[in-house]
């Protein structure tokens, strides 16, 4: 089973080593890895070009974009850069991040996820993060939810879904759409990847109206996005966040963004977002 990992990398020389060196060492090894520098000032491009002096199936692709540090569009729109020198020779593709160490059987698991079911669109392990001398798991989401840092995709899921979309949103209205195309999506516990650094820890201040400003263009209409915006301020306990995900919902609303779903994909998603709210207060 033929993957293809993509790796966009922003200033990532304390990491990006590391997460090579866990790549290279795979017990089945990937066909082409693509590490796509973007725009870094410190030492990540040299880093990366030493690994492709040894390895031959891992590439580099400079690119220069903002020196922002903000998720969405930035980081697909480098993703597509990697993409492009690849050919279509692949089985499965691969979205990491450059602040990640991979157990050395992960792809090997993950090929045999994807062997053993045809139906299966979409899996990968799950991130943990360092607490004093021990590695936690990095609990930010629900357990069946595929992390940003590491999503892994059948190829013709990935075609499916019409690809990544370029914008905030993108890891989650990414599984939603499988599930509109009847894919399956599996998350293996024994699969522990190290997270070096921890979701959002560098991202820009400006990005903290984006995750309203996804649930706009994902259709979750103004209902969900206040119960969601909710429950999540209650998990981080700030009142902030919740006034920021209702200002970027009505920022999105009033410039008229263009959503990233069609209307039976938001239809779809509403419904599949309120039936997992029931049955979680039947279970409760």
């Not at 973007?38 to 990366?48: C, G, R, Y």
């Not at 980081?75 to 160490?101: P, S, V």
């Not at 992390?147 to 914008?167: H, N, V």
């Not at 759409?177 to 921890?198: C, F, G, M, Q």
Request: glycine share 4%.
């Amino acid at each position: 089973m033929n993957f293809y990992i993509i790796i966009p990398a922003h200033n990532e020389e304390d990491s990006i080593a590391l997460t090579l060196e866990s790549l290279v060492s795979q017990t089945h090894l990937p066909k082409r890895i693509v590490v796509v520098n973007d725009n870094s000032t410190d030492n990540t491009q040299n880093i990366i070009q030493k690994f492709t002096n040894s390895y031959q199936f891992l590439t580099l692709v400079n690119i220069n974009s903002s020196d922002k540090h903000l998720p969405g569009a930035k980081i697909i729109n480098a993703f597509y850069k990697g993409y492009e020198t690849l050919d279509k020779d692949y089985d499965i593709i691969c979205k990491f991040d450059a602040d990640l160490i991979f157990p050395n059987n992960y792809l090997e698991q993950l090929a045999k996820h994807f062997h053993n079911n045809k139906n299966l669109g979409m899996a990968a392990g799950f991130c943990y993060i360092k607490k004093n001398d021990d590695w936690i798991l990095e609990n930010l989401t629900r357990k069946d939810h595929i992390r940003g840092a590491l999503k892994a995709y059948r190829k013709t899921c990935f075609e499916d879904i019409g690809k990544l979309k370029k914008s905030i949103g993108w890891d989650t209205v990414d599984e939603l759409l499988a599930k509109y195309y009847n894919w399956t999506i599996t998350t293996d516990e024994s699969l522990h990847v190290k997270h070096l650094k921890p979701t959002g820890l560098s991202y820009n201040k400006n990005s903290k109206y984006s995750q309203g400003e996804a649930f706009y263009k994902m259709r979750y209409g103004i209902t969900l996005t206040i119960l969601t915006a909710l429950k999540m301020a209650l998990k981080k306990r700030s009142l902030s966040v919740f006034n920021n995900y209702l200002k970027g919902y009505y920022k999105a609303n009033r410039s008229n963004i263009k959503h990233i779903v069609s209307e039976d994909e938001g239809k779809f998603i509403r419904k599949l977002r309120w039936n997992g709210i029931f049955e979680k207060l039947k279970s409760n």
